[in-house]
């Protein structure tokens, strides 16, 4: 069975920075892309990054881009979040995401399993 | 970037209505659409991969069709537990968008 277990999730300031993680299990984790996708309070879901399978390629929403880095230890079966200047509009329940599609790229394939969820707030 | 556009953002409906969502893509992308379901605090669970191919495990009166820059979602009776809200998103380049959502209500 795939679980996606985030964590890393906390009350931080603007400007401040955070380490999200999320423990992947139940599938061979090299071969899915793996991405970050949000929802602010009383919001729609945005996604923010995704990871190809190796670790070789990564993409980046618009909104997000210098200040969040996404990384994944394959060995670990860990996929990470790096995000950095925080800012209030960044407070969200952020969701770790596998792809349907195996093969490891992030092209013509949507996401299939997602966590629960880790809590960021950003505030003062 | 590729914006999408869903319509409504709210829709009142009832048990056993035909639901129809829309959503535009502001360019072309294929079939490259997935529609998602959440409910309050749960995750969201995708319904409909590729414009029209339904998920294992998703009943049957969820339908999508479309491609190029228009596509539909339609439940053909509604039931209780549909009651929930709806994105689409595009996967035809590797930066992916979210519709706004439609959230569907009790009327």
Do not use: H
Not at chain 1, 55 to 61: D, E, K, N
Not at chain 2, 7 to 12: E, V
Request: hydrophobic fraction near 35%.
């Amino acid at each position: 069975e795939v679980q996606l277990v985030e964590s890393g999730g906390g009350l931080v300031q603007p400007g401040g920075s955070l380490r999200l993680s999320c423990a992947a299990s139940g599938f061979t984790l090299s071969s899915y892309a793996l991405s970050w996708v949000r929802l602010a309070p009383g919001k729609g879901l945005e996604w923010v990054s995704s990871i190809s399978g190796s670790g070789s390629s990564t993409y980046y929403a618009d909104f997000v881009k210098g200040r969040f880095t996404i990384s994944r230890d394959n060995s670990k079966k860990t996929l990470f979040l790096q995000m950095s200047s925080l800012r209030a509009e960044d407070t969200a329940l952020y969701y770790c995401a596998k792809v349907m599609g195996a093969g490891g790229g992030i092209a013509t394939t949507c996401l299939g399993n997602w966590g629960q969820g880790t809590l960021v707030t950003v505030s003062s | 970037d590729i914006q999408m556009t869903q319509s409504p953002s709210t829709l009142s409906a009832s048990v056993g209505d035909r639901v129809t969502i829309t959503c535009r893509a502001s360019q072309s992308i294929s079939t490259w659409l997935a529609w998602y379901q959440q409910k309050p605090g749960e995750v969201p669970k995708v319904l409909i991969y590729k414009a029209s191919s339904l998920e294992t495990g998703v009943p049957s009166r969820f339908s999508g069709s479309g491609s190029g820059t228009e596509f539909t979602l339609t439940i053909s009776s509604l039931q209780p537990e549909d009651f929930a809200t709806y994105y689409c998103q595009q996967y035809n380049s590797y930066w992916w968008t979210f519709g706004q959502g439609t959230k569907v209500e009790i009327k």
